[in-house]
């Protein structure tokens, strides 16, 4: 099983004839030990479009130095990178499957074989504090990296420089933002390149890269000082925009794969809004992309959804749950009602990430993942995507805006509890629509986008009531039959009833605005 480690440095190229300074004058640090020195060598995988390096992540295994083994890094985030650890194994020409599994949804079916390989001559000194914790390692690097052809005939490409890298281990930002000024003013520069593999394959990333989608302008500021969304130039034609929107969704669709299969928190729901966002650009832009192409596309994203929908309603409803109990007055929570939440937590918990990795290890979603890289580099475009992205996307504005005022007048003269989820979906997929067209429409849409978000959350809190009352009476049955006291149950059944009938009323008394708004901005 991978070991996870939490990487904060900074990186700073050197030249040859580049002192480090004094860096026991960094506020807090009392001790600098003496310098250690490692002999390190790496192996670096990718497939040979280099997936994982275009997605910023890299993969090594590495020998020599205190850290030997497999590490998979994965993309920066707020100033720091996960990395996962596995042991060294024998595998040598081809990464192990464990190693392999985190970052499936980018190799997917693509073998990975050695690319680069780097030889680093290693000195670290340990920055230490008065009670004797290793505040943060520097680590002077002189390194070479050997990029490995391509294809045959072609050669190697070996490439030799020195940097400095400044790790955090028990120190804080203050401390990095300290050394990091000590070593500008000996000389240093701060580091032109965000990981050593990169500097190494920077000409095969350059040839490898995806075609450009148009630069947007430069942002700018409001009146609150907020920053304005980014814009595309005036006259862009609508097809680059689409293009451009999908290439945004497909790469949020990766990240979100990589947060389910990493373990992190929140990931099979961004996962599923990825795939709603798919969809709907898919279907609010029929007019510039082919949907004798794109409408299967649409059809595999909501199976994935419809599979991933179990393990997310589950965790949402026991999550809710919880908080309505812990509200709840102590005296009204008769019998063992925690504790039956707590096991149907664990066992969501445990249900769901295995339900999530069958559904994204599953063959017909990995060639979903590499149907939508096809789908991004070469659109299946329409004539109509030659016109100007702004009559365009205010066409597709007001006709999306349009079937959702169609959802709302059915569920006004529908006693079916599914119609306001209907007016729910529909509003989700105009939302989706009109914050694909923020950066060309600009002001117009965002006040629509604003009230959207207002009436949807509004609706699905209803509609999660639909998830929690069944589980009530599930939960309620099991309690019963254990001769417990299903008291409990039956208010907290209660307590989902009112909140899903104040959530109508807030929805229709929120209606007349947001009418108001698509007349006047989406029409």
């Known amino acids: 099983m991978a070991v996870e480690h939490v990487e904060i440095e900074r990186k ?34 990718d497939t040979a479009d280099l997936r994982l390096a275009r997605a910023r992540v890299t993969m090594r295994r590495r020998t020599g130095g205190p850290d030997a083994g497999w590490h998979v890094k994965l993309p920066a985030a707020a100033g720091a990178r996960r990395e996962l650890h596995s042991p060294l194994g024998r595998a040598t020409k081809t990464p192990p499957k464990a190693v392999l599994e985190p970052v499936l949804g980018i190799v997917r079916r693509a073998p990975a074989a050695q690319v680069a390989s780097l030889r680093t001559r290693r000195v670290v000194s340990e920055l230490v504090a008065d009670d004797g914790r290793v505040l943060a390692e520097v680590a002077d690097d002189h390194v070479t990296g050997t990029a490995l052809p391509a294809a045959p005939g072609e050669a190697s490409v070996v490439t030799t ?14 401390l990095l933002a300290d050394v990091a000024g000590l070593l500008v003013a000996a000389g240093a520069q701060p580091g032109s ?26 942002a700018g500021k409001t009146k609150k000082g907020k920053k304005k969304k980014h814009r595309h130039a005036p006259g862009t034609p609508a097809g680059e925009v689409v293009r451009a929107a999908l290439a945004a969704q497909v790469r949020a669709l990766q990240d979100a794969d990589l947060m389910v299969r990493t373990g992190q928190p929140d990931g099979v729901h961004q996962v599923r809004v990825a795939c709603r966002r798919l969809r709907s650009t898919l279907a609010a832009f029929r007019p510039v992309l082919d949907r004798t192409q794109t409408d299967p596309l649409r059809e595999e994203l909501a199976q994935v959804g419809s599979a991933l929908s179990p393990s997310r309603d589950g965790e949402v409803a026991v999550a809710h749950l919880r908080e309505l109990v812990d509200a709840e007055p102590a005296e009204l929570v008769l019998g063992p009602v925690v504790a039956r939440l707590q096991q149907e937590a664990v066992r969501d918990e445990q249900a769901g990430d295995a339900q999530a990795r069958k559904a994204l290890n599953a063959p017909a979603y990995l060639q979903l993942r590499d149907d939508l890289d096809a789908l991004v580099e070469e659109p299946p475009l329409t004539e109509a995507a030659a016109r100007p992205a702004e009559e365009v996307l205010r066409e597709v504005v007001a006709r999306t805006g349009r079937r959702l005022r169609r959802s709302v007048e059915a569920a006004q003269d529908s006693d079916d509890a599914e119609a306001l989820h209907d007016v729910r979906k529909a509003a989700k997929r105009l939302r989706y629509t009109a ?52 008291f409990t149950w039956g208010r907290l059944h209660a307590l989902e009833e009112a909140r899903c009938q104040q959530a109508e009323r807030d929805f229709w008394l929120r209606w007349p605005e947001l009418r108001s708004v698509l007349k006047s901005r989406s029409t």
């Open 161 to 174: 420089w020195r940097e400095v890298e400044v790790e955090l281990v028990d120190g804080d930002e203050q």
């Open 12 to 45: 700073f190229d050197v030249d040859e004839a580049f002192e480090l300074p004094d860096l026991g004058g960094a506020p807090g640090v009392v001790e600098v030990r003496e310098p250690v020195e490692h002999a390190l060598e790496a192996a670096y995988y």
């Open 435 to 486: 914050e694909a067209a923020v950066p060309v429409l600009g002001a117009p849409v965002v006040e629509l986008v604003s009230a959207l978000k207002s009436v949807q959350e509004v609706l699905g809190d209803r509609q999660d009531t639909f998830i929690t009352r069944p589980l009530c009476l599930q939960l309620g049955r099991a309690a019963s039959a254990a001769g417990e006291n299903t």
């Open 193 to 218: 390149s965000p990981a050593k593999l990169t500097r190494v394959l920077a000409h095969r990333l350059a040839d490898a890269a995806a075609p450009p989608v148009p630069a947007p302008a430069q």
